[in-house]
């Protein structure tokens, strides 16, 4: 008999019914680290003062009106977004998925409205994630997500990460632009090789190309950058974000420069609930804390400091650990045992982490974490390698 769930997801069977900070508490009130945050969407932990009471606010005010009308949270939100980033125009969308469709349709209307509507393919690379609706599953190319599915939507070239010849060669007098993760996440955290994204970008300006930067899952603050695109000392022309702008709220954007978007005019796109006041209201909120140079040096040094605890793990359990990959606190260890394994025993253990493709664990905690909640998971990850180097000597 199905599920009333809709069963697409293996669901863990436990159920989390509050949270506080970096701490999540299931039915039975136990207590577990959480350095998963939801898959980098809880941003600043649960519970946020400051996140709760702008929602209880705007919860009193107005929920919805439509984009029918003016939302002054749209406005204030845009605002920041553009003068913190490269973007002097934004379209709100309520996750990853639609702001890569927005940013898709973008990239094929510039050219329409450049007098080249042939070019509307896009180059993209292996192990992209890009969402999970018929264009996003074609743009990442997963077949594990295109299975059964259909007639793959046409428009994306696939070449391998971080090969610039490839993608170089892949381009035809159908490319529209280039689309990549500056950091990809769902595979297991890889970072590109140095230098490759500003490649990316000198390609791009000399064939007539868009770059487009999926932020959602490397983006919010989780590299130490507002944008892990900062660190590549280039900029795309469109940027999709979400998850940990929210901060749990869903929230996401379509970033572009005012000559990505010429082709974006009254009727062209639309959503209903995008850029509605109460996400709004959590994701200027969420911007403002995040975007303290503060909070973001606390982000590097946090970042740096796990990171150091996480190199000792790997000398000590060299037969459970490959390697630790990533930046900031967008960190991955890829491990010799399968990692929903790990991520299992490491939840008996009291401690939330994300699987990945490629035998990768994803450490996502929430930004705010300090020195105390590193220690708590170093200890905890030690003692989950520790249990697996047992059951093998066992074996
Ligand atoms: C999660 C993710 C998406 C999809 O976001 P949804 O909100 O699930 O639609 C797209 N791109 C990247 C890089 C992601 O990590």
């Known amino acids: 008999m199905i ?13 989390f019914v509050r949270g506080e900070g970096a701490y999540l508490f299931d039915e039975k009130g136990r207590r577990y680290l959480d350095f998963g945050s939801g898959i980098a969407v809880n941003s600043l932990g ?14 009193g005010k107005l929920w919805h009106t439509s984009n029918l009308y003016r939302v002054p949270g749209q406005e204030i939100l845009a605002r ?32 329409a409205a450049s007098n080249a509507p042939e070019r509307f393919r896009l180059i993209t690379f292996e192990g992209a994630f890009h969402g999970r609706t018929l264009a996003t599953i074609a743009a990442g190319g997963s077949p594990k997500y295109l299975d059964g599915f259909g007639p793959k939507m046409d428009g994306f070239d696939q070449v391998p990460f971080g090969d610039f010849d490839a993608a170089q060669r892949a381009i035809g007098s159908e490319t529209a632009g280039i689309l990549i993760e500056p950091i990809q996440g769902e595979v297991g955290i890889r ?4 230098g490759f994204l500003k490649r990316l970008r000198e390609l ?17 603050g989780r590299t130490g950058k507002l944008f892990a695109y900062e660190e590549s000392g280039i900029a795309p022309d469109i940027m999709a974000i979400a998850k940990g702008i929210g901060g749990g709220f869903p929230v996401g954007a379509c970033l572009a420069t005012e000559r990505a978007a010429k082709g974006m005019t009254p009727g ?10 109460l996400a709004m209201a959590v994701g200027a909120a969420v911007v403002d804390i995040i975007s303290a140079p503060a909070f973001l040096a606390h982000v590097r040094a946090m970042g740096a400091h796990f990171q150091q605890h996480l190199a000792m793990l790997l000398s000590e359990h060299a037969g459970v650990i490959a390697e630790v990959r990533g930046q900031g ?23 939330i982490a994300v699987g990945a493709t490629e035998n990768v664990v994803r450490l996502l905690p929430p930004l705010i974490v300090d020195e105390n909640h590193l220690h708590e998971a170093t200890a905890l990850i030690g003692q989950t390698c520790a249990a697996f180097e047992t059951e093998r000597q066992a074996v």
């Open 329 to 351: 606190l967008l960190l991955g260890i890829k491990l010799h045992v399968p990692a929903p394994a790990f991520v299992a025993k490491l939840r008996e253990n009291g401690m």
């Open 191 to 194: 970072v590109p090789p140095p």
């Open 46 to 59: 649960h519970a946020h003062p400051e996140l709760v009471a702008v929602l209880r606010e705007q919860a």
């Open 204 to 220: 791009c300006d000399a064939r007539g190309l868009l770059l487009i930067f999926d932020e959602v899952q490397s983006g919010a």
């Open 268 to 277: 062209t796109h639309g959503s209903t609930y995008g850029g509605n006041p």
């Open 80 to 111: 920041k977004l553009i003068d913190l980033t490269f973007a002097d125009t934004v379209f709100f969308t309520n996750s990853g998925a639609e702001a890569m469709e927005c940013a898709i349709k973008m990239a094929r209307k510039f050219h």
């Open 3 to 15: 599920p009333p769930i809709l069963p697409t997801y293996n669901r863990a069977d436990v159920a």
